[in-house]
C-alpha cells in the first residue's frame, strides 16, 4: 500500500481497506427492522404506545418555549429560545399546523 498525501488518495485507500477487510451487509428495509427489533429487549405497551403516536397540543408547545434557557439553540438550526420568546404571539400559530403537518404527514409544507 503506497503512502497518500491527498484527500481522494486517502479516501481510495479507506475505501479499498473497507472492501477488502470487511464483508457487504445487505440493507434493504426488511432486513434492517429485522437486525433492530432482534436487539430490543422489551416492547413499548399499546397504551404507552397511543400516547406516543398522539400529537402535541398548543400549551405544550407554549410550555416548552417558556422553558427554554436564554441564550440556548434547541436544535441544529440554532435558532435560540430568545426568538421563539420574543416573535411567540406572532409565529405561534403557523409554528403549530407546520409542525402537525410535519408530525402527521411526514412532508414539510413548503
Not at 503506497?2 to 481522494?8: G, H, I, N, S, V
Not at 475505501?15 to 429487549?41: E, G, L, P, S
Not at 398522539?54 to 429560545?81: L, P, R, W
Amino acid at each position: 500500500m503506497e503512502l497518500q498525501a491527498t484527500p481522494l488518495g486517502l479516501l481510495r485507500t479507506f475505501t479499498q481497506f473497507c472492501q477488502t477487510n470487511y464483508a457487504m451487509i445487505n440493507t434493504d428495509n426488511k432486513n434492517i427492522a429485522r437486525m433492530i427489533v432482534h436487539h430490543i429487549k422489551t416492547r413499548v405497551p399499546p397504551e404507552a404506545n397511543a400516547i406516543l403516536d398522539m400529537t402535541f397540543t398548543a400549551e405544550e408547545m407554549n410550555t416548552a418555549v417558556e422553558q427554554g434557557k436564554a441564550n440556548k439553540a434547541s436544535g441544529y438550526d440554532a435558532i435560540c429560545h430568545d426568538l421563539y420568546k420574543l416573535a411567540w404571539e406572532v409565529i405561534k400559530d403557523g409554528l403549530l399546523v407546520f409542525l402537525h403537518h410535519m408530525y402527521t404527514e411526514g412532508t414539510i409544507l413548503e
